[in-house]
């Protein structure tokens, strides 16, 4: 009974403490990742007050959250959406991968921290968090721009990436063979086609299973065959996350919008408790001798982040002011980031991998919103004044300051 009232007790005092840690942030007008983040050190190992009873139950809540995290998106996109996005802006999204990918990869062999590790961070600097880019689009009210659908494939090419990514990490985290590790990606590609065949070809009679008048009996209907196919993508060595997102895009019309308003409140609860745990599991010691190298990397991330927004919108006929909002919508980094370094970390990879990930994505999840903020202005105003007119004004005021 002791330990009940005292699990309660410390519950209370994280999800009490992240509602405040929320409020702040929506008045500060930032991300609330990198304050959960913060949280998470602040109790976690070599923290102020670590946690002692509900850490396993706040494991567990963090794993609902990836799955919760990568269902609503899936939610976002259909399976013909999907397929045309990618059609359309591949050479975008492979772009991306290069370049962003990078970056991690190499400061993880200069390090000297070998090739597993190497592929862990190549994955860790790609991925831009879908969830913090999201919010910032309706925020500044750039879901109507004309870069935003590029934007949105770009996230979607990222995620298909993921699902192959993953299963071929977990394949390299554990050690196995050449073959085994093969046949785990031939399962993710197996998995992957056939629920998008699924999704394509009988996705209204999942939706017929699913549809619900009631809201409390689709909520459950939805929840629970999320968690069905997680568990059955996880013991078919593909990422459960990976699982959920393809619930989602088997979803779609009305019902996936019925069923993101109802899951939304459950997401955004276990989505905090998941950034939390990575927080309670890094000791914020470990983070200060990385904290140089996460500032440069971030630095670099930001810029071939950039590049890649300026190339696909610019391929698709967008203006300087428009390339300009894809690549700074692009820099934020989150959820898959995190679940990445966190898969590293249990695996026993080099140990300051997830110290120098936690201080990588504390800066980008804080800096791309505010950058996005402070910019707008700018960007305003390169779109109302382009090139010519800009000099025209130049030399007016240049000439106007001679005559005097």
């Given at each position: ?17 992240l ?13 609330p990742?990198?304050?959960?983040l ?13 946690l ?6 706040i ?21 013909d ?14 772009v ?58 770009l996230?979607?090419?990222?995620d ?16 196995v ?36 008048p ?15 196919v ?21 979803l ?31 000791d ?35 203006g300087?002011?428009?390339?300009a ?13 995190i ?9 026993g ?18 800096f ?6 402070m ?10 004044h ?16 001679q005559?005097?």
């Amino acid at each position: 009974m002791h330990e009940i009232a005292i699990l309660f007790l410390e519950l209370g005092a994280v999800i009490l403490g992240l509602g405040i840690l929320g409020s702040f942030a929506l008045r500060a007008g930032i991300s609330p990742i990198p304050l959960y983040l913060l949280a998470g050190l602040c109790f976690g190992h070599g923290g102020f007050v670590p946690l002692a009873t509900s850490e396993e139950f706040i494991h567990t809540a963090s794993e609902i959250g990836v799955i919760l995290l990568l269902l609503t998106l899936g939610l976002e996109y259909n399976a013909d959406e999907l397929l045309t996005s990618l059609k359309g802006n591949a050479r975008g999204g492979i772009v991306d991968l290069v370049l962003n990918a990078a970056p991690g990869a190499i400061v993880a062999l200069l390090l000297g921290w070998g090739w597993v590790a190497a592929v862990a961070m190549a994955g860790v600097t790609y991925a831009t968090s879908s969830g913090i880019t999201a919010k910032v689009l309706s925020d500044l009210g750039w879901i109507g721009n004309r870069e935003t659908p590029v934007v949105l494939s770009l996230l979607v090419f990222e995620d298909l990436t993921m699902a192959l990514y993953l299963p071929i990490l977990t394949a390299i985290l554990a050690g196995v063979s050449f073959a085994t590790g093969a046949g785990t990606v031939a399962i993710a590609l197996g998995t992957v086609s056939v629920v998008l065949v699924v999704s394509l070809k009988f996705g209204n009679y999942i939706e017929a299973f699913v549809k619900s008048p009631n809201s409390e009996v689709l909520l459950l209907k939805v929840f629970g065959l999320t968690l069905l196919v997680a568990g059955i993508a996880q013991q078919l060595q593909v990422s459960a996350a990976v699982g959920a997102f393809l619930v989602g895009i088997a979803l779609s019309g009305e019902l996936a919008h019925e069923a993101q308003a109802l899951l939304a409140p459950l997401r955004d609860l276990f989505a905090a408790v998941f950034f939390v745990f990575f927080g309670l599991n890094t000791d914020p010691a470990t983070i200060l001798p990385v904290a140089g190298i996460a500032v440069l990397l971030a630095f670099v991330s930001i810029v071939t982040k950039l590049l890649t927004g300026n190339y696909a919108a610019k391929r698709a006929g967008i203006g300087r002011a428009g390339r300009a909002r894809a690549g700074i919508a692009l820099v934020p980094r989150g959820e898959f980031n995190i679940v990445i370094a966190g898969l590293a970390v249990a695996a026993g990879a080099h140990p300051d991998l997830g110290p120098l990930a936690a201080g990588y994505v504390l800066i980008l999840a804080a800096f791309g919103p505010l950058a996005a903020r402070m910019l707008q202005p700018l960007i305003t105003a390169l779109a109302d004044h382009p090139e010519e007119k800009l000099i025209a004004i130049f030399r007016m005021r240049r000439s106007s300051a001679q005559e005097r």
